[in-house]
T-cell receptor
Framework: SQTIHQWPATLVQPVGSPLSLECTVEGTSNPNLYWYRQAAGRGLQLLFYSVGIGQISSEVPQNLSASRPQDRQFILSSKKLLLSDSGFYLC????????????FGDGTRLSIL | RKEVEQDPGPFNVPEGATVAFNCTYSNSASQSFFWYRQDCRKEPKLLMSVYSSGNEDGRFTAQLNRASQYISLLIRDSKLSDSATYLCVVTYSGNTPLVFGKGTRLSVIA
């Protein structure tokens, strides 16, 4: 079964600082990978998804970017964080090309000061 | 119209009660359906898939009505530990992202 590793669990960053969140997956090959953000008390917002190495689809224009340098690695980045970037960031994984459900990592709670 | 709509609740029910949530989806091409559970400040976790013929997992029963484009989740004999937000999820084809509803909050009260 697949395992999703996300770190760190919590992060406090000043406005204007850069960001790099990493997600790695074990137990599956060629997965579809996703980054979501959830603001406090709100629903999940899909930010990016990837169906393969170097393939990134962006759902919401913003100051974030994503990259997939390896099959089981998905990175969320920002050059300059905004206050509005605070939230709960979740990486998810699904078997590629299937109608299987997604599974989520434990998430990173990001606070911007 | 939103792709997946749920009543946000909260549903406040006593222990032992039966509670039902409905969810409607707008895209008739939807292929797969799921219910997820999300506890406060935690990641969503798959509760159960929803099959065309309906399916049951212990106290939980899921139903799908393709003609009316809605999905339901029934929880019998509610426990305090069932308190959570329940997310309705649909997907259209293998590589398209799952579409999540905003969730229905359930509080089971002693």
């Amino acid at each position: 079964s697949q395992t999703i590793h996300q770190w760190p669990a919590t992060l406090v960053q000043p406005v204007g600082s850069p960001l790099s969140l990493e997600c790695t997956v074990e137990g599956t090959s060629n997965p579809n990978l996703y980054w979501y953000r959830q603001a406090a008390g709100r629903g999940l917002q899909l930010l990016f998804y990837s169906v393969g190495i170097g393939q990134i689809s962006s759902e919401v224009p913003q100051n974030l970017s994503a990259s997939r340098p390896q099959d089981r690695q998905f990175i969320l980045s920002s050059k300059k964080l905004l206050l509005s970037d605070s939230g709960f960031y979740l990486c998810a994984c699904k078997a590629g090309g299937s109608s299987q459900p997604q599974h989520f990592g434990d998430g990173t709670r990001l606070s911007i000061l | 119209r939103k792709e997946v709509e749920q009543d946000p609740g909260p549903f406040n029910v006593p222990e032992g009660a039966t509670v039902a949530f409905n969810c409607t989806y707008s895209n008739s091409a939807s292929q797969s359906f799921f219910w997820y559970r999300q506890d406060c400040r935690k990641e969503p976790k798959l509760l159960m898939s929803v099959y065309s013929s309906g399916n049951e997992d212990g106290r939980f029963t899921a139903q799908l009505n393709r003609a009316s484009q809605y999905i339901s989740l029934l929880i019998r004999d509610s426990k305090l530990s069932d308190s959570a937000t329940y997310l309705c999820v649909v997907t259209y084809s293998g590589n398209t992202p799952l579409v999540f509803g905003k969730g229905t909050r359930l509080s089971v009260i002693a």
